[in-house]
């Protein structure tokens, strides 16, 4: 199957600053790629849908000025965690493929915020 | 719409027993369904997949049954085994869109 990249595994940030995090399609091209979210035993919870050249679209409660994406390339999508809280703590999926067909999905990163 | 769970359903089985996991979806208007798996710490990996013009599906010791009419879905896993042991969850796609619906997850335990 096809592979997706995400970096950083992991992070750990104060209370207030930003983080980024990157997901690349190393074999495919990706015109859309999607961020999700998961917190401990729970489910995947999508949060928007990363468009190559366009604005993301989010799902409903998802703050957009908040999570700023940013799909730069049919590679590359980066999601930025602005002014982080702790309640933002999380692991962070990103997932690409194409029009009703499998996704794939990258390692995820776990975020916390201190 | 999208599933939030207070905990995971745990499903124990021994090893080498046959896992049957279930999933109620959401939509009647889906049209293509997964299972993955996700292991702790890792992104969720493709299963198998059946789209809503088919009722079974066959893989490598999986195997997906899908019934529309009461919007159900399961996973059969064959001669279970250790490195089953995950949390499995199945999505749907409505089909007019890529995005994904996930389900709220069954955590399998394996035990010798």
């Known amino acids: 199957g096809a592979v997706v990249s995400q970096h950083p595994s992991w992070v750990i940030c104060k209370s207030g600053t930003s983080v980024k995090i990157e997901c690349r399609s190393l074999d495919f091209q990706a015109t859309t790629m999607f961020w999700y979210r998961q917190f401990p035993k729970q489910s995947l919870m999508l949060m928007a849908t990363?468009?190559?050249?366009?604005?993301?679209?989010?799902e409903q409660g998802v703050e957009k000025d908040k999570f700023l994406i940013n799909h730069a390339s049919l590679t590359l999508s980066t999601l930025t965690v602005t002014s982080a809280h702790p309640e933002d703590s999380s692991f962070y999926i990103c997932?690409?493929?194409?029009?009703?067909?499998?996704?794939?999905f990258g390692p995820g990163t776990r975020l916390t915020v201190l | 719409g999208e599933s939030v769970g207070l905990h995971l359903p745990t499903l124990s089985v021994q090893e080498g027993d046959n896992s049957i996991i279930n999933c109620a979806y959401s939509?009647?208007?889906?049209?293509?369904f997964i299972w993955y798996k996700q292991e702790s710490g890792k992104g969720p990996q493709f299963i198998i997949d059946?789209?809503?013009?088919?009722d079974k599906r066959q893989g490598q010791r999986v195997t997906v049954l899908l019934n529309k009419t009461v919007k159900h879905l399961s996973l059969q896993i064959a001669a279970t085994q250790p490195g089953d042991s995950a949390v499995y969850f199945c999505a749907e796609n409505l089909g007019k869109t890529d995005k994904l619906i996930f389900g709220t997850g069954t955590r399998l335990q394996v035990f010798p």
């Open positions: 059946i789209r809503s013009n088919m």
């Open positions: 939509n009647s208007a889906s049209d293509y």
């Open positions: 990363s468009n190559e050249g366009s604005k993301a679209t989010y």
């Open positions: 997932s690409g493929g194409g029009v009703g067909e499998e996704q794939f």
